[in-house]
């Protein structure tokens, strides 16, 4: 029998009194602080155990029925279950489960679907965009050739800070990319797939969304669904769809998903790692109940009074709104002395777990930046509503406008505490 936590954990103890120590540390972090990073959420004890489980030991390299080496059975069979979960929560016909995070997922597309020095389009890092999506430091961004799109520059339209779709067709009726992505790391409106697709097939070019962020909110109907618009999908399963840390990959199109196979074993990965799949599937078996589609609801409704709460207090935010799951504070207009770094650092003082993060046309380095990134998925796992949010959001306000002051981020901290008191983690 696999071990209980428990006896897991006094294992590692008895073992490793050294790392056991870190981790008992984190689980008191992550208990007495409020996590308002967009990219993570709380993963549950089910999805936790399954990673820690017996299933890190196999090599399984291939494929369920394809393996190179023998013992294969149950691997088969969860992964299996993996990916026929991962097809029913999306709504597809294949999935890949095996990338290990979410650069390798679109590592993966890249070889799969593109040659060294092809041209494809997307979004800067620096406007929202990921550092897989053409930054210069990247494969992406070395071996490709990116072309980027922008956003709504014109703070006197409705639309500012939304991508400008009119300039994305533009860019690729220019470049003729081969493939266009949508998908954003910093980007707080719902996506238009629709006019995505009718720009990909005006250019030529494939259509890849990268849900890394928002799949959460796809699975439980908070978000329009990429399918059947897009041509491939990658995503992370660690952010708003609140499993273990890793990628996957979707499509339609069979010939894709042969290639995509392809890209993942023996292309870019060795062997899969078996216990993170389990995981996935327990995680995907998540998502399918009713409770994730209120999840799902609640994160994005949480996310509205968040940013309404803010902009009451006086600061401003990336497209005045949000749709998903962020919200993007612009520190330029209200406070222009105070940097994302410092914003961020006196929030960590105050126990408010949160990124430091460029905002568009940023006159700042990403080292300091000019915004400050939050997401209420974390939270709402905790069982926060928009009242409690309301509450956090006062708090943040506070701590900005505190310039540092040592009594006053002591005073929000002391708030922040009695938060972390009333909504406890999942166990
Ligand atoms: C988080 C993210 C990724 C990368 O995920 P990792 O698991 O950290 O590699 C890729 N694309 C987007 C849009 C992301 O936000």
């Given at each position: 029998m696999t071990p209980t936590a428990e006896a897991q954990h006094n294992a590692l103890a008895h073992a490793d009194p050294e790392v056991a120590r870190l981790i008992q540390k984190e689980a008191f972090r992550q208990e007495d602080t409020l996590e308002m990073i967009a990219s993570e959420n709380h993963a549950s004890p089910a999805v936790m155990a399954a990673a820690g489980s017996i299933m890190t030991n196999k090599y399984a390299e291939g494929y369920p029925g394809k393996r190179y080496y023998s013992g294969c059975d149950f691997y088969d069979e969860v992964e299996t279950l993996a990916i026929e979960r991962a097809k029913q929560l999306f709504g597809c016909s294949y999935a890949n489960v095996q990338p290990h995070s979410g650069a390798n997922a679109n590592t993966a597309v890249f070889f799969a679907l593109l040659e060294p020095g092809d041209t494809f389009c997307s979004i800067e890092l620096s406007e929202g965009g990921h550092l897989t999506h053409g930054s210069k430091v990247s494969m992406s961004g070395k071996w490709f050739n990116p072309v980027h799109y922008p956003l709504v520059y014109d703070t006197s339209r409705d639309d500012a800070g939304y991508i400008d779709y009119d300039a994305v067709e533009r860019v690729c009726m220019e470049h003729k990319p081969k493939l266009l992505i949508c998908g954003y790391s910093a980007y707080p409106r719902v996506i238009d797939f629709e006019r995505f697709r009718a720009i990909a097939d005006q250019c030529g070019a494939l259509l890849m969304c990268d849900m890394a962020h928002i799949a959460g909110l796809v699975a439980g109907g908070a978000h329009p669904s990429p399918f059947p618009h897009c041509d491939v999908v990658t995503t992370t399963t660690h952010k708003t769809l609140?499993?273990?840390?890793?990628?996957?990959?979707?499509?339609?199109?069979?010939?894709?998903?042969?290639?995509?196979?392809?890209?993942?074993?023996?292309?870019?990965?060795?062997?899969?790692?078996?216990?993170?799949?389990?995981?996935?599937?327990?995680?995907?078996?998540?998502?399918?109940?009713?409770?994730?589609?209120?999840?799902?609801?609640?994160?994005?409704?949480?996310?509205?009074?968040?940013?309404?709460?803010?902009?009451?207090?006086?600061?401003?935010?990336?497209?005045?709104?949000?749709?998903?799951?962020?919200?993007?504070?612009?520190?330029?207009?209200?406070?222009?002395?105070?940097?994302?770094?410092?914003?961020?650092?006196?929030?960590?003082?105050?126990?408010?777990?949160?990124?430091?993060?460029?905002?568009?046309?940023?006159?700042?380095?990403?080292?300091?930046?000019?915004?400050?990134?939050?997401?209420?998925?974390?939270?709402?796992?905790?069982?926060?509503?928009?009242?409690?949010?309301?509450?956090?959001?006062?708090?943040?306000?506070?701590?900005?406008?505190?310039?540092?002051?040592?009594?006053?981020i002591q005073h929000a901290r002391a708030q922040v505490l009695e938060l972390c008191k009333r909504f406890p983690m999942p166990h």
């Open positions: 609140r499993g273990p840390r890793g990628g996957l990959i979707l499509t339609n199109v069979e010939d894709l998903a042969k290639k995509i196979d392809k890209a993942v074993f023996p292309g870019t990965q060795g062997g899969p790692l078996m216990h993170i799949i389990a995981a996935k599937a327990v995680n995907f078996g998540e998502n399918l109940k009713p409770s994730f589609k209120q999840y799902a609801a609640q994160v994005v409704s949480n996310a509205k009074a968040l940013a309404e709460t803010l902009v009451a207090g006086g600061l401003s935010i990336a497209t005045g709104g949000t749709e998903n799951h962020l919200v993007l504070i612009d520190l330029r207009p209200s406070h222009a002395e105070v940097t994302g770094k410092m914003a961020a650092q006196w929030l960590d003082d105050a126990g408010i777990i949160t990124n430091k993060n460029t905002v568009s046309r940023d006159e700042r380095s990403p080292f300091q930046t000019s915004g400050v990134r939050l997401g209420t998925p974390a939270l709402t796992t905790r069982g926060l509503q928009e009242d409690d949010i309301r509450d956090v959001a006062k708090i943040i306000v506070d701590v900005i406008n505190s310039a540092g002051d040592e009594q006053k």
